[in-house]
T-cell receptor, first 115, second 111 residues
Framework: DSGVTQTPKHLITATGQRVTLRCSPR?????VYWYQQSLDQGLQFLIQ???????AKGNILERFSAQQFPDLHSELNLSSLELGDSALYFC??????????????FGNGTRLTVT | GENVEQHPSTLSVQEGDSAVIKCTYS??????FPWYKQELGKRPQLIID?????GEKKDQRIAVTLNKTAKHFSLHITETQPEDSAVYFC??????????FGKGTMLLVSP
């Protein structure tokens, strides 16, 4: 167990809908990252938060947004869902900026299926 | 930004053989190089990592080597076992930015 908690494990929804994915980082970790992994695809970085503030943005669509709350948990909001948004969404956390002393640990992911 | 290339995309070996996965990176400022193992439907798990002032690190059957001059690093798995079958991702980070992952290598170990 990595200590990073993601809910829900599975989510099935229809096109055009909006969903929220939730993540609680490991105890003591201030940075939260969101990654998208589609079938046969690698890990696409979406966005990073550090202690409540957005720190870096990757290939995140405008239909997607995220935030990190004062208790350090994070939510990823996906709206106007399309079939192509079906993927495994991982949350990961690190103590600070990623380094040998602050490695990245992944949660078990949320599998989103858009029908 | 950083760009990480990973080869091969698929690697098939017989149980007991060695497996080598190679990665190259572009940003000379990168100083941290972790490797993750992802079994089917599960989360990526950190299996070994190395920082730029170290040329080689070993942990039981796995080892990682780093050549800073050539900007490449490799994962070596010896005496492979069927449970080593998974997708392996290399990654690089310059410390001031996020981790950039390679596209992954699917390792298949046949009994």
């Amino acid at each position: 167990d990595s200590g990073v908690t993601q809910t829900p494990k599975h989510l099935i929804t229809a096109t055009g809908q909006r969903v929220t994915l939730r993540c609680s980082p490991r105890s003591g970790d201030l940075s939260v990252y969101w990654y998208q992994q589609s079938l046969d695809q690698g890990l696409q970085f979406l966005i990073q938060y550090y202690n409540g503030e957005e720190r870096a943005k990757g290939n995140i669509l405008e239909r997607f947004s995220a935030q990190q709350f004062p208790d350090l948990h994070s939510e990823l909001n996906l709206s106007s869902l399309e079939l192509g948004d079906s993927a495994l969404y991982f949350c990961a956390s690190s103590e600070g900026q990623i380094s040998y002393n602050s490695p990245l640990h992944f949660g078990n992911g949320t599998r989103l299926t858009v029908t | 930004g950083e760009n990480v290339e990973q080869h091969p995309s698929t690697l098939s070996v017989q149980e007991g053989d060695s497996a080598v996965i190679k990665c190259t990176y572009s940003d000379s400022a990168s100083n941290y190089f972790p490797w993750y193992k992802q079994e089917l439907g599960k989360r990526p798990q950190l299996i070994i990592d190395i920082r730029s002032n170290v040329g080689e690190k070993k942990d039981q059957r796995i080892a990682v080597t780093l050549n800073k001059t050539a900007k490449h690093f490799s994962l070596h798995i010896t005496e492979t076992q069927p449970e080593d079958s998974a997708v392996y991702f290399c990654a690089a980070s310059p410390g001031y930015s996020t981790l950039t992952f390679g596209k992954g290598t699917m390792l298949l170990v046949s009994p």
